[in-house]
Structure formats: structure tokens, C-alpha cells
């Protein structure tokens, strides 16, 4: 299977501790997204990579989320000192641009469902 | 006021009927606008990319309103494949990714 990956695919935790998520894109993909979504909502931008170098942030993302793409190649998340309100499904999707400009189709991962108790 | 607005549904049609849904945007200078399907605890699944002149895949037709801002979706002669979960997608920018808005989605439901 080339398509996106996600690991783990469920999380549950508590309250206070820190998790951490896994993308890895489809191989030829520059760029990398992550979403949040909540039930009945759509998907939500977090943050995205062009490469290595993470280019937005939304306002959604508190200082206790950070995201890494140090190869430019694979993803992770981190929430630190989770909290009840960030149980989500954790989407990744990925892309291929040639410009700045370009409209690129996004594929996405199956994500990862985190339940913070 | 959303920036991007669906029905939630849901819709619930007879196989074979033919269907249709609107999304509405409130920003003028969007720049691109998809369609996207999602099945119930999956991911999300480009259906169609939405084109000024309007397009069509099979028994899929989207269309564009800039004057009214909404872009709609029809299905013809449906089947009870296509329940799921209508997602569209609106880009507000070129080049910015915070600018891609997701609706709140279509359920969709086809009965036999």
C-alpha cells in the first residue's frame, strides 16, 4: 500500500500526558498537512509542510501542539499535557505541488483517534 | 457566519433517484473548490475537483456560482454505494493552506 500512513491508529490516554502521532506521505509528496476533526464537523487545518520547513500554523494550534517534519519525508504530532477538548481523529494528508500556486489534491492518511480521559 | 456552509442532511433517497446539494462560501476571492467523500470513520476521499464551467464525472455533476458563491452537487441515478458523508472544500487563497476550508459535510443516505 503507497498511501498515506498513520500510526497509531487509536489512542487513548489521560489527562495531562503527553501523546505523539505518526504521518508518513506518500513517498513523492512535498507537501503535508494535518487536520483535526471532530464528530459531524469537517476536517480542520492544524499545520503544513512544504518539504522540512512548516510554512502555517492555524490559530487552533496552542503551544501545547507541535509538529515536526525533519527529513521532509514522514510527520509527527505531539500534544503535550492533553486535555479532555483534544479528543479528535488526527488526519494527515499529503500532496504533490509543483508551484506555489498550484491547487493540489490531497490524499489522506486513515488517522489517528485519540481519546483523552 | 461560516465560511463555508452545508445542509447537514440528511438526505435519505431511493436508489436509482437522482440527487443534488449546495455549499455555500462567504469569501468572494476563493480560488478553488472540491468535492470530497467520506464514508463513515474513514478518511476522506477527493470526489471531484469543481471547475468554472462546471464538470462531470460518470453520474457526478458539480457547478460553480460565483455570483451566488455555491457550488452544488448532483448524483444521477444513485446507488447505495454513494451514502456517505458529502465534504466540500473551498480554497481561499493559492499558496495558503490555512485558507482550505472544509464544510461540515452532506450525509448522504441511499435506501434500497
Known amino acids: 500500500d503507497t498511501g498515506v500512513s498513520q500510526n497509531p491508529r487509536h489512542k487513548i490516554t489521560k489527562r495531562g500526558q503527553n501523546v505523539t502521532f505518526r504521518c508518513d506521505p506518500i513517498?513523492?509528496?512535498?507537501?503535508l498537512y494535518w487536520y483535526r476533526q471532530t464528530l459531524g464537523q469537517g476536517p480542520e487545518f492544524l499545520t503544513y509542510f512544504q518539504n522540512e520547513a512548516q510554512l502555517e500554523k492555524s490559530r487552533l494550534l496552542s503551544d501545547r501542539f507541535s509538529a515536526e517534519r525533519p527529513k521532509g519525508s514522514f510527520s509527527t504530532l505531539e500534544i503535550q499535557r492533553t486535555e479532555q477538548g483534544d479528543s479528535a481523529m488526527y488526519l494527515c494528508a499529503s500532496s504533490l505541488s509543483y508551484t506555489a500556486e498550484s491547487t493540489d489534491t490531497q490524499y489522506f492518511g486513515p488517522g489517528t483517534r485519540l481519546t483523552v480521559l | 457566519r461560516k465560511e463555508v456552509e452545508q445542509d447537514p442532511g440528511p438526505f435519505n433517497v431511493p436508489e436509482g433517484a437522482t440527487v443534488a446539494f449546495n455549499c455555500t462560501y462567504s469569501n468572494s476571492a476563493s480560488q478553488s473548490f472540491f468535492w470530497y467523500r467520506q464514508d463513515c470513520r474513514k478518511e476522506p476521499k477527493l470526489l471531484m475537483s469543481?471547475?468554472?464551467s462546471g464538470n462531470e464525472d460518470g453520474r457526478f455533476t458539480a457547478q460553480l456560482n460565483r455570483a451566488s458563491q455555491y457550488i452544488s452537487l448532483l448524483i444521477r441515478d444513485s446507488k447505495l454505494s454513494d451514502s456517505a458523508t458529502y465534504l466540500c472544500v473551498v480554497l481561499g487563497e493559492y499558496s495558503s493552506a490555512s485558507k482550505i476550508i472544509f464544510g461540515s459535510g452532506t450525509r448522504l443516505s441511499i435506501r434500497p
Open positions: 513517498s513523492e509528496h512535498n507537501r
Open positions: 469543481v471547475y468554472s
